[in-house]
């Protein structure tokens, strides 16, 4: 913690005097806004600890970094996420989750009962969205894990809920969703062009199969008509699969007049349709996203209003005064996002700015509220990252195939003993979207850079 806080107190002098401002006496590490609290809204890049219950808190893990105390191996594993940092750079007791449990697989140790903790307000959670109650982890969407998800609009309630409906005006609100909203989208219409895909490719492997098993008969057109209805009647039979309709068009064509050599040939005639269906099915999938891919950039910047609307109508229309609002970073860099072809990357690319243009022209005139352009520091530490004293960008620092040390696959199971081998002290990422403890640091840095611009700190 101690050498944390002094990292972030040493970058905020640094920036104070940059700016030409006066300058603190020697040693002096205090803020010009004297904070009582911290509470921070969001989903698991501000997560705390959620869901450091059941398996989780037995595989040492709980948050989406590399969890624990490793500084032993590097004195940059802290273990800790920006909103902790923050809390040590101004003062405040250390954030706490507002509430835990999981509500998942009870015989993987993940239906762990929901606990309000009282006075703590750490409402972020892994997996929330701005205002979807199902995002990613949770049972809804399929995950053994059940995660609860919760979405800011209602952490935000149950916020005011616990204080009286207002906030005294003298917390640091800390804000940062969105995230979840545009991964949950992109992996619905990833599923829903993978079917197109699929739908496409079935029909067009007998659209090439059946002329190319016909051809060699001495009548190939009713020879094709012949393979055709074997192979609808294959279809319909109880526990049908392509290769047992295969099979039937190849026993009906090898009876049809002249077609004795179309059995010796037929790994030929199913090579060329496996790749003809193959073709038709990334047509297919490829025309869906792209018809259906506007449809998310729409609903980014909807999700982008609807957090502009939670925070002038709940947030400072209840009394809070200094509220940091951090826009979405660069996620098509994430190693995640580096997985994706080109044209998935130029939507998330969309997606993010329709987002980020929401939060910027919605909140860029409140003179209580902070926007962190996130997203620049992000893109510049991809593209550029040696300044920032990052060795990796492009991989997890976690090891995410050893189901034996972390069974979960994400950073929420990560801690120093599965790690990937060598030196991830100063990766950028702990798995494909989280970020590391060192990058949370500069994060931390970053935001605490606005707020020594803003006069907040």
């Not at 259906?292 to 229309?317: H, S, W």
């Not at 081998?421 to 494909?432: K, L, Q, R, T």
């Amino acid at each position: 913690m101690r050498h944390t806080k002094l990292a972030l107190a040493a970058m905020t002098l640094a920036v104070l005097a940059g700016c030409g401002g006066t300058d603190p006496a020697p040693g002096d590490q205090s803020t010009k806004v004297k904070y009582a609290s911290q509470v921070s809204f969001g989903d698991s890049l501000s997560d705390v600890g959620t869901y450091n219950v059941g398996t989780v808190a037995a595989l040492k893990g709980g948050k989406f970094t590399i969890n624990g105390d490793n500084t032993a191996i590097n004195a940059t594993l802290t273990g800790k996420n920006w909103t902790e940092l923050m809390a040590a750079q101004i003062g405040v007791a250390a954030p706490c989750p507002a509430v835990t449990g999981l509500d998942g697989d009870a015989s993987k140790g993940f239906s762990v009962p929901v606990t309000a903790k009282a006075g703590c307000y750490s409402y972020a959670m892994g997996g929330a969205r701005v205002t979807n109650p199902v995002g990613p982890g949770n049972k809804l969407a399929g995950s053994p894990l059940g995660a609860l998800t919760i979405p800011v609009v209602t952490q935000i309630a149950n916020h005011l809920k616990a204080v009286g409906g207002k906030f005294k005006g003298d917390e640091l609100v800390l804000v940062m969703a969105g995230g979840n909203d545009a991964l949950f989208q992109l992996t619905v219409l990833a599923n829903a062009a993978t079917k197109a895909g699929t739908d496409a490719a079935g029909p067009a492997f007998f659209a090439s199969l059946i002329p190319q098993l016909a051809a060699g008969a001495t009548n190939p057109q009713a020879a094709g008509a012949a393979i055709t209805a074997a192979v609808q009647a294959a279809t319909v039979r109880p526990g049908a699969t392509q290769t047992t309709i295969t099979q039937a068009a190849i026993g009906t064509a090898a009876a049809q007049p002249g077609n004795s050599a179309v059995v010796a040939n037929s790994a030929t005639y199913i090579a060329k349709a496996t790749a003809d269906a193959t073709a038709a099915g990334q047509k297919a999938g490829a025309a869906y996203a792209s018809a259906n891919g506007p449809a998310l950039v729409t609903a980014m910047a909807t999700a982008g209003t609807d957090l502009v609307a939670l925070v002038k109508n709940q947030l400072l229309a209840n009394g809070a005064n200094y509220v940091v609002v951090n826009n979405l970073p660069d996620i098509a860099t994430t190693p995640s996002g580096r997985t994706k072809d080109a044209s998935t990357r130029a939507l998330i690319d969309a997606m993010v700015s329709a987002y980020n243009t929401a939060l910027t022209n919605g909140l860029g005139g409140e003179s209580k509220v902070v926007v962190v352009d996130v997203y620049a520091v992000s893109h510049d530490q991809a593209t550029n990252p040696g300044p920032y004293g990052l060795t990796n960008v492009s991989e997890p620092a976690c090891n995410l195939t050893d189901t034996t040390k972390n069974p979960i696959g994400s950073s929420l199971g990560c801690n120093g003993s599965n790690l990937v081998a060598g030196d991830v002290s100063h990766y950028s990422f702990a798995d494909d979207v989280h970020p590391t403890p060192y990058n949370n640091l500069l994060l931390a840095r970053y935001v605490s850079k606005a707020l020594v611009t803003k006069g907040w700190l």
